[in-house]
């Protein structure tokens, strides 16, 4: 018998559409050239590592007459080679590139017939490198009984760990029958499962009810003229396509930036983000008269003291911040972004970046992918963006070998909203990922062009001068 879904988790299938497929990615570079790591030497490690987040081997299997929520089960035809796939870029590629057949892949959602993941290994990149894209659904990574499969994948010395693969067999396949069976015994012996059941029905019906209505409202707008899906310039109604920018700067900038003028990496993070938007903003024309402020979503890690014993799943709550976009002064959107977060520090005692980047077995995709299901829980409070900023380990880590060089998010886009920013710090560096709808957001670029720029404004305004960001392959810095 498999673990049946809570209604948590089953909201995020339900709240799925074609135009907003519920699925985390990361783009992780690795150096291949002396290792010969690629498509053969990942899915020998995907094979070895699996056995220790066996959900990636089940697919949700649903109860006949919805009487009860879906149930994870094994997957009768599990085939790796389906799920670990392979990709390249015609030589030498570069980050464009990669970041074209990145937003292509992530527009597709993925097939609710199989486990819910799926990893390509790009390769053809410049300098011999190799790209690896992972894509996993919002309802399979939770944080607390699930992480993400990059957390088992990645070692912290070029010596791979031989975990050893394990003997697997899937269980006995269920039939529609027994399914219904098990989902009656149950509901009837467990309160518990009467109550998820319970929550998930009527959550589905209020997500139902709230499509519904836009749909209602788009009809009634397009019929009477009047109105506009798109309230403002970062909001609208989803296409099926998207893009993908990204942007890496040095971590010794940002620090300097918060040693001058005060606050956290965070907060600098932050600002650059606002100053990003105002500056890509004003090469569209748009009036900032009606675009003061951008309220976002910024997923904030709250673990306790004994951090190693916490779930990391439930330890991370949402805070709301309005972006200064309309402020001109880099160093004032600085100061106003670090003082909406001292009553969240001093309340929920946020969590110093080291120690979260200290956690044993720590993968920023899992902090990710628990940031951005935080973030989808906020969307009925007026947010416009979601930014999820992890500060990850500050030296190299390796898969199969392979040093990894680089990691960006790819987050998703929520329904209505026309971009989302995923930030990660990594052995000296900070990775922005921009994910951005491909209609409503066209010039992608010039937004990742406007973040680099809002970082040397505040280095400027900061009296550091203009940036030391990498420009080479790959740039280490002590933290």
């Known amino acids: 018998m498999g673990e049946r879904l809570r209604a948590k988790d089953l909201a995020f299938l339900t709240a799925e559409t074609p135009t907003a497929p519920r699925h985390n990615a990361t783009v992780e570079i690795f150096e291949a050239a002396s290792t010969g790591f ?16 066996p959900r990636y081997r089940q697919r949700v299997r649903h109860v006949p007459g919805r009487l009860a929520n879906p149930v994870w089960l094994d997957d009768p035809h599990f085939d790796l080679a389906y799920h670990v796939r392979r990709s390249a870029l015609p030589q030498p590629g570069g980050m464009e590139q990669l970041c074209e057949l990145v937003a292509r892949i992530v527009s597709r959602p993925l097939d609710r017939n199989r486990p819910l993941w799926e990893v390509y290994v790009v390769e053809g990149l410049q300098g011999g490198r190799v790209a690896v894209l992972t894509k996993a659904h919002q309802a399979l990574v939770d944080g607390a009984q699930v992480v993400d499969l990059a957390q088992v994948l990645l070692d912290r010395t070029p010596e791979q760990r031989q975990l050893g693969s394990d003997e697997w067999r899937a269980e006995r396949v269920q039939s529609p029958a027994g399914l219904l069976a098990d989902a009656v015994r149950e509901t009837m012996g467990s309160p518990r499962t009467a109550v998820e059941t319970m929550r998930g029905a009527a959550g589905a019906a209020r997500r139902d009810a709230e499509l519904l209505t836009r749909r209602v409202g788009a009809v009634a707008a397009l019929l009477t003229g009047r109105g506009s899906d798109r309230d403002s310039p970062i909001t609208g109604s989803l296409s099926h396509q998207r893009r993908f920018v990204t942007v890496r700067r040095g971590l010794a900038e940002h620090r300097a ?4 003028q005060g606050g956290t990496v965070n907060d600098v993070v932050l600002a650059t983000v606002a100053g990003g938007l105002r500056g890509w903003l004003m090469t569209r024309s748009e009036s900032l008269a009606g675009v003061r402020r951008v309220r976002a979503v910024v997923p904030m890690s709250v673990l306790d003291q004994e951090l190693e014993a916490t779930s990391v799943g439930s330890q991370i709550a949402p805070h709301l911040v309005d972006l200064p976009v309309g402020e001109p002064s880099p160093v004032v959107r600085l100061h106003q ?22 956690v044993p077995g720590f993968a920023p995709s899992t902090f990710h992918a628990i940031g951005s299901r935080v973030a989808a829980e906020q969307l009925r409070r007026g947010i416009q963006l979601s930014v999820t900023n992890v500060p990850g380990p500050q030296f190299p880590l390796y898969a199969a070998g392979a040093v990894m060089e680089e990691t960006y998010p790819v987050p998703p886009l929520l329904p209505g909203l026309a971009l989302a920013i995923g930030v990660t710090s990594y052995d000296g560096q900070v990775c922005y990922g921009v994910t951005a709808d491909r209609d409503l957001v066209p010039d992608a670029d010039t937004l990742a062009s406007c973040l680099s720029e809002a970082l040397d404004e505040l280095l400027d305004a900061s009296g550091e001068g203009r940036p030391r960001a990498p420009r080479g392959r790959r740039t280490r810095s002590t933290p």
């Open 38 to 53: 690629g498509h053969d030497a990942l899915t020998e490690l995907v094979g070895d590592r699996i056995a220790f987040v």
């Open 257 to 260: 930036v918060r040693d001058a």
């Open 337 to 358: 972004v670090s003082h909406s977060f001292l009553a969240h520090q001093e309340i929920r005692r946020a969590v110093a970046a080291n120690r979260i980047a200290g």
